[in-house]
């Protein structure tokens, strides 16, 4: 492996990454509304290598735990991080069990983006709020850490009942790097290495809290037993996620009007006018912006209503000179876009979901819906489009900037779990496990989703299944079979999407599997 061969080889600059990480950890300590005697860990016994590495002239116990990077036990910890991983009380999962009762009740009651509670039976995690929360400004939110850092410090349970630190939610990986444990747990780093009998390496994971193995079990296997089908089936209503952006609207069919400028027979539409027009039914995804990875923000929707094109033949076409379409929203919501770029991607104005007519948090009575285009640039309660001679690119939010933002974090492929639902979901040796789940990528510019990847050890060898030629790009591709495991132990299971560019998922998607006899 080569992170084991690196971690093998003496660095000249050791003294240096010491004094750095003390550096990094001492201002982790300092953040907050609290004393840095209150972030100070359980003090441990200290082994001769610890002592040996405690040369920075401070406290030896407090270098001593800082090395061991030991997150001690919470006492109301579900014990799975204790049991599995044994990492103490690293990771959000070791004390909060629904992140999304967290976030609606205790932490932010007022109006939030997400209006609903996850669906497909699985639970937020800290990555399903990265997405909006890292832009700070540039979408009304504020960043995670600062809220994190904050509320946790602030937190007498937290900080003197449980003795949280530093590195309840954080780590460090082979190259020093400070990193989210929720997210480093799923690596061969966290879970130790196989040859740990060297004693520079066996070093290197004791200090941090761990040894060879220390993922319980751990099974590494050269290839998973995954037999999948694909298919694009719709949603269950009730899984659908609920996003709004700004404060809801209500509005009434009897009064409602849509407002349509810049053609040649300028209209105002009834909801009965839009219901007159040529209907057309379509079948689409729809994902949020702030998808996360392996997360739950997705949904294929079955979609009635006029096609931009129909409407603006309903109107005797455009004014010479009009190339670009804004859409404004009751809520102040909206967008500015390439009218032919809308029309190809078969942009349509919605009147109705699942077969009925679209509920307020749907966008009651109309939502502009475009397929193969994150939900960000879906607006819901449309009052008014103008199409004009202006440039597109004068809108901040237009489509080819916010997509390069999103490709910065999950990008615009990804792929999930939805069964397994959640870590340390128990299975027995032999038996077809079922699992299920998508892979999804924005179909613009000729995007196209190629494979489906699988894999069981930790990335190293993969099962690749073909994304057949005729399905539709504007849909997800849903994968479901069964994966059947033919020894005990820890697995950590991972799926990945790639496009037909050979581009891949940046972070494969992961779940972790006890498997016992």
Known sequence: ??????????????????????????????????????????????????????????????????????????????????????????????????????????VAPIQHVLASAPGYGKSYGWTDCTTCHTFNAALGAPRLDDRIHNTHYASATFVESEHGNCFSCHDTDAEGKWVMYDEFKYTAQASGYVDAADAKLDNWLRLRGRSAHSANEVVIESEPKIDVELSQPVTDEADMYVANNYVVPELSADTYTLSVTGVNNERTFTLDDLKALPQTEMTVTQDCFTNANNSVLIGNIPV?????????????????????????????????????????????????????????????????????????????????MEFTDEDPDNNPWILYDVVGMKRQFQGTICAGWLTPVKDGTEVKVGDAVPVNGYAYLDNYMGHSLSEIAFSADYGNT????????????KQWTYFEGTWTPEEAGTYILQVKAIDAAGSEQYVPASVIVKVTE
Not at 9 to 34: I, M, T, Y
Not at 38 to 47: D, I, K, N, R
Not at 348 to 376: C, D, K, M, R
Not at 462 to 473: K, L, R
């Open 1 to 106: 492996m080569k992170a084991e061969k690196e971690l093998r080889q003496p660095s000249p600059r050791k003294g240096w990454r010491r004094r750095a990480l003390a550096a990094v950890f001492a201002g982790c300590l300092a953040v907050g509304l609290f004393a840095v005697a209150g972030c100070q860990p359980t003090a441990t016994e200290p082994t001769d290598a610890e002592t040996e590495l405690a040369d920075t002239g401070t406290d030896p116990l407090a270098v001593t735990d800082f090395y061991a990077m030991n997150a001690g036990d919470f006492t109301n910890t579900d014990g799975f991080n204790v049991r599995n991983m044994n990492d103490g009380n690293r990771g959000c999962t070791s004390c909060h069990s629904d992140l999304w009762s967290t976030i609606s009740g205790d």
């Open 304 to 384: 009635k209503g006029v096609l931009l094109k129909d409407l603006i033949d309903a109107c005797g076409g455009l004014k010479d000179g009009m190339t670009t379409l804004s859409n404004h929203g009751a809520d102040e919501w909206g967008h500015r876009n390439d009218v032919n770029f809308l029309i190809e991607q078969n942009a349509i104005i919605a009147l109705e979901y699942w077969g009925h007519e679209l509920t307020v948090n749907q966008g009651y009575p109309v939502t502009f819906v475009l397929p193969g285009v994150s939900g960000l640039m879906w607006d819901k309660w449309v009052v008014s």
């Open 462 to 473: 993969w099962t690749t299944v073909a994304v057949p030629e005729n399905f539709d790009q």
